[in-house]
């Protein structure tokens, strides 16, 4: 069983919950670590009018996340509940992909704890609470989305017992960390890992390289990616809602099967069934290896 992730401990470490979960202690969080906020929000929120996609726009709002510093639980749970019964908790780190899916399942999104420093401004290994706040909480406030999330959690459980974690995972980072959408405008963002980064949510949209094909679940779960550098390909769903739909109207069991006895799809490969909406030149990839 292969997790995208390499350091996550097995069992909780001491003073951190069953369910990994720890207080948010936001009055520990010190100035420097509210002005890293602060700054990594500003150079997001000054570039996403125009690229982010509608509910993330809308999400930033609701949850009144441009309020200075990193937000505090207890007012933006306030607010998360009302809009979709979702709510954050606090966690060290990665969490082992059991009790992550059982948290999505039930609505609670496992944040990190830290975070970055000055020196890692643009990438780290492990998610933070700039990437997992500022990228995952605005699209769990829309209804559609919070619903295909906790669909994925209790899919994500039921993965575990046929072995497939690894298409799962492919699915969530298509979807949830690097999934564009297309809305009456033209291509948006809303995946996590692209609007919490400053130059992906520019490459995503903007480069010739990368291929952007339309969403195909089977497709999608059986496509390799890659976790040390922009994305070499990137799915467009039409609408939240085909992304929901298809995922609860969908028997993952018989599809984990064929998708088994299927070799898995090369980072960049396009096939003769993609629906392509841009064909990448890959020159970005292709000059990074050499
Ligand atoms: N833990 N904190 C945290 N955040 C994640 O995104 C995460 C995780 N543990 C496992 C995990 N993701 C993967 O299993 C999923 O991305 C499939
Ligand atoms: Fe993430």
Redesign the pocket.
Known sequence: ME???TH?HDTPPPGVGADWTIPQNWDAFTADEHAMWDRLFARQSDMLPGRAADAFMRGIDVLRLEKPGIPDYRELNARLIDATGWRVVA?P?????D???DHLANRRF???NFIRTPDQLDYLQE?DVFH?VFGHVPMLADPVFADYMVAYGKG?LRSLQFDA?KQ??RL??YTVEFGLIREADGLRIYGAGIVSSFAESVFALDSDSPNRIGFDLARVMRTDYRIDDFQQNYFVVDSLDQLLGTTVNTDFAPLYAANDALPPIAIADLLPGDAIVTRGTQDYALAKSG
């Open positions: 997790s995208p992730f996550v966690v780190g990665l969490v082992p992909d009790v992550f899916f496992p944040a990190g998610p997992d994500g974690l799962l995972a969530y980072w």
